[in-house]
Nanobody
Framework: QVQLVESGGGLVQAGGSLRLSCAAS????????MGWFRQAPGKEREFVAA?????????????YYAASVKGRFTISRVTDANTVYLQMNSLKPEDTAVYYC??????????????????WGQGTQVTVSS
């Protein structure tokens, strides 16, 4: 059974930064693509970023970003720590949402749709004040 636990959310002023972490357990973490999604009140869950699986010890793979966060957010992963990160810079009030990490057990290129992910964390709240 896979467990994903997010952390690092909080309240930040516009223009500030946060780094979210997602710790995985219960499966060979490095073999699977990972993604970050977010959901604001009254809105559907939307794709934020995704990263491909690691190849042996190399975890700098294919990454995808939503247009709204490209250039401001960076997704990365560390095999030894079974952790995927989302570094968020130049935050805007419209980035306010609950952020979720997800794991795709099929592998291959990282998906950009929520329905293709099999395991989800409980979410962490990010609030950006203006």
């Amino acid at each position: 059974q896979v467990q994903l636990v997010e952390s690092g959310g909080g309240l930040v002023q516009a223009g500030g930064s946060l780094r979210l972490s997602c710790a995985a357990s219960g499966r060979t973490f490095s073999s699977y693509p990972m993604g970050w999604f977010r959901q604001a009140p009254g809105k559907e869950r939307e794709f934020v970023a995704a990263i491909s699986s690691c190849v042996r010890t190399t975890c700098v793979g294919t990454t995808y970003y939503a247009a709204s966060v490209k250039g401001r957010f960076t997704i990365s992963r560390v095999t030894d720590a079974n952790t995927v990160y989302l570094q968020m810079n130049s935050l805007k009030p419209e980035d306010t949402a609950v952020y979720y990490c997800a794991l795709d057990r099929i592998g291959g290129l990282p998906p950009r749709t929520a329905s293709e992910y099999d395991y989800w964390g409980q979410g962490t709240q990010v609030t950006v004040s203006s």
